[in-house]
C-alpha cells in the first residue's frame, strides 16, 4: 500500500516536468531519446536478458551479430516510444495526421455504412500509442479501445487522456461486453491487442508463435462470431523516425461462418508476418512467454469445457 502511495506521488510531482517535455519540438525530444538510449541500452541494460531470450528464441537460424542489431534497432525504437508518448499528451490532431499515413481504412468504413460493427486487432508494433488516437480521428462509429486498467491512478488518468484526446472511448477490459451491449442496434468498431500475455487464469488456447509455444487470449474471435462482427487486423509500421503507417487488412466479414480457432490463427499469422519483416517494431521487452503450457491443453486444440 505505501510503495502504491509513493509511487502515486512521485508521478503527481512528475507530471508538471512531463508537460514541461511535451512542449519541446520533436528534434530536441529525439536528441533526448538518444541520451536515454545510452541509459537504457548501455547502462542500466533494462530487461537486456528478457530482450535477448526471446529474439534468440523466435529466430534460432540468426547468427549473434544479427540479434544484437536487432537489439540496439528495438532499444532505439523504444526510446523514441517514450519521448513520443509523453508529445501525444499535446500533439494537435493535424500533426497526429501528418505523422501516421493510414490504409485500407475506407473498407472498415464501408462495413460500417452497411450497419455492421467491426473488430480491429493490433499489437505492441510501432508506436502502438498512436493508435487509439488516429483510430478516433478517422471513426465514423463509437470507436472502442480496450485496455487494461493502471493500478497508479494518476498514470492510468494520463494515460487514458492521452488515448481518449480525439474521440476514441477507452473501455477497462471487464467491462468490455457490457459496452457493446449499451451499444445495440447501432455499428461500432472495437480495438483489441491480440499479442497480449493472458494474465491469471491462462487461456486454454496455446499454439506455435515465433518458434514457441504460446498462451493466446480468445477474445477478438469469441466476441466477433457473439456479435457477427468484420475482422481486420491493423499493422502500425515505422517509416522514419517519428512517422507512421497503420495498414487495415481484412481478415473476416463472415465470423460465424468460421471454423474454431481460425480467427485467431488468422490474426496471430498476420503478426508473425509484420514482426518477421521488421523485427525491431516489436516490443521485446514484453515476458510473453513466462507461462508455460500445462500437461493437459494440447496445442491447436481446445479442451472442451471451454469450447465455443
Given at each position: 500500500?505505501?510503495?502504491?502511495?509513493?509511487?502515486?506521488?512521485?508521478?503527481?510531482?512528475?507530471?508538471?516536468?512531463?508537460?514541461?517535455?511535451?512542449?519541446?519540438?520533436?528534434?530536441?525530444?529525439?536528441?533526448l531519446s538518444n541520451f536515454?538510449?545510452?541509459?537504457?541500452?548501455?547502462?542500466?541494460?533494462?530487461?537486456?536478458?528478457?530482450?535477448?531470450?526471446?529474439?534468440?528464441?523466435?529466430?534460432?537460424?540468426?547468427?549473434?551479430?544479427?540479434?544484437?542489431?536487432?537489439?540496439?534497432?528495438?532499444?532505439?525504437?523504444?526510446?523514441?516510444?517514450?519521448?513520443?508518448?509523453?508529445?501525444?499528451?499535446?500533439?494537435?490532431?493535424?500533426?497526429?495526421?501528418?505523422?501516421?499515413?493510414?490504409?485500407?481504412?475506407?473498407?472498415?468504413?464501408?462495413?460500417?455504412?452497411?450497419?455492421?460493427?467491426?473488430?480491429?486487432?493490433?499489437?505492441?508494433?510501432?508506436?502502438?500509442?498512436?493508435?487509439?488516437?488516429?483510430?478516433?480521428?478517422?471513426?465514423?462509429?463509437?470507436?472502442?479501445?480496450?485496455?487494461?486498467?493502471?493500478?497508479?491512478?494518476?498514470?492510468?488518468?494520463?494515460?487514458?487522456?492521452?488515448?481518449?484526446?480525439?474521440?476514441?472511448?477507452?473501455?477497462?477490459?471487464?467491462?468490455?461486453?457490457?459496452?457493446?451491449?449499451?451499444?445495440?442496434?447501432?455499428?461500432?468498431?472495437?480495438?483489441?491487442?491480440?499479442?497480449?500475455?493472458?494474465?491469471?487464469?491462462?487461456?486454454?488456447?496455446?499454439?506455435?508463435?515465433?518458434?514457441?509455444?504460446?498462451?493466446?487470449?480468445?477474445?477478438?474471435?469469441?466476441?466477433?462470431?457473439?456479435?457477427?462482427?468484420?475482422?481486420?487486423?491493423?499493422?502500425?509500421?515505422?517509416?522514419?523516425?517519428?512517422?507512421?503507417?497503420?495498414?487495415?487488412?481484412?481478415?473476416?466479414d463472415s465470423p460465424k461462418?468460421?471454423?474454431?480457432?481460425?480467427?485467431?490463427?488468422?490474426?496471430?499469422?498476420?503478426?508473425?508476418?509484420?514482426?518477421?519483416?521488421?523485427?525491431?517494431?516489436?516490443?521485446?521487452?514484453?515476458?510473453?512467454?513466462?507461462?508455460?503450457?500445462?500437461?493437459?491443453?494440447?496445442?491447436?486444440?481446445?479442451?472442451?469445457?471451454?469450447?465455443?
Amino acid at each position: 500500500m505505501k510503495s502504491h502511495m509513493l509511487k502515486r506521488f512521485v508521478f503527481t510531482l512528475a507530471l508538471p516536468v512531463i508537460y514541461l517535455f511535451a512542449f519541446l519540438p520533436f528534434p530536441v525530444l529525439y536528441l533526448l531519446s538518444n541520451f536515454l538510449k545510452v541509459i537504457v541500452f548501455d547502462l542500466i541494460g533494462y530487461r537486456k536478458q528478457v530482450i535477448f531470450t526471446n529474439l534468440r528464441n523466435s529466430f534460432p537460424t540468426k547468427s549473434e551479430d544479427e540479434i544484437l542489431l536487432i537489439a540496439k534497432q528495438f532499444y532505439r525504437n523504444f526510446c523514441d516510444l517514450l519521448v513520443e508518448a509523453i508529445k501525444l499528451s499535446v500533439i494537435s490532431e493535424k500533426e497526429l495526421v501528418k505523422r501516421i499515413k493510414i490504409i485500407g481504412y475506407d473498407k472498415v468504413e464501408a462495413f460500417h455504412q452497411q450497419g455492421r460493427s467491426s473488430i480491429i486487432s493490433v499489437s505492441h508494433c510501432g508506436n502502438w500509442e498512436y493508435g487509439p488516437l488516429i483510430q478516433g480521428h478517422v471513426s465514423s462509429v463509437p470507436s472502442m479501445i480496450v485496455y487494461k486498467t493502471i493500478k497508479n491512478q494518476p498514470v492510468d488518468a494520463f494515460v487514458k487522456g492521452i488515448r481518449s484526446r480525439f474521440g476514441s472511448i477507452l473501455v477497462p477490459k471487464e467491462n468490455t461486453l457490457r459496452k457493446i451491449a449499451e451499444l445495440k442496434g447501432k455499428p461500432w468498431l472495437l480495438v483489441l491487442a491480440g499479442d497480449q500475455k493472458p494474465g491469471g487464469k491462462s487461456s486454454p488456447f496455446w499454439t506455435y508463435f515465433l518458434n514457441q509455444e504460446t498462451n493466446v487470449f480468445l477474445g477478438v474471435e469469441k466476441i466477433a462470431k457473439s456479435t457477427n462482427s468484420v475482422v481486420f487486423y491493423c499493422d502500425i509500421r515505422r517509416l522514419n523516425r517519428g512517422y507512421y503507417e497503420a495498414e487495415y487488412s481484412l481478415l473476416t466479414d463472415s465470423p460465424k461462418e468460421m471454423e474454431e480457432l481460425a480467427i485467431t490463427k488468422m490474426h496471430l499469422k498476420a503478426l508473425e508476418e509484420a514482426i518477421k519483416k521488421n523485427p525491431s517494431n516489436w516490443l521485446w521487452s514484453h515476458r510473453r512467454w513466462k507461462s508455460k503450457r500445462p500437461q493437459n491443453i494440447t496445442l491447436d486444440t481446445m479442451i472442451p469445457e471451454f469450447a465455443s
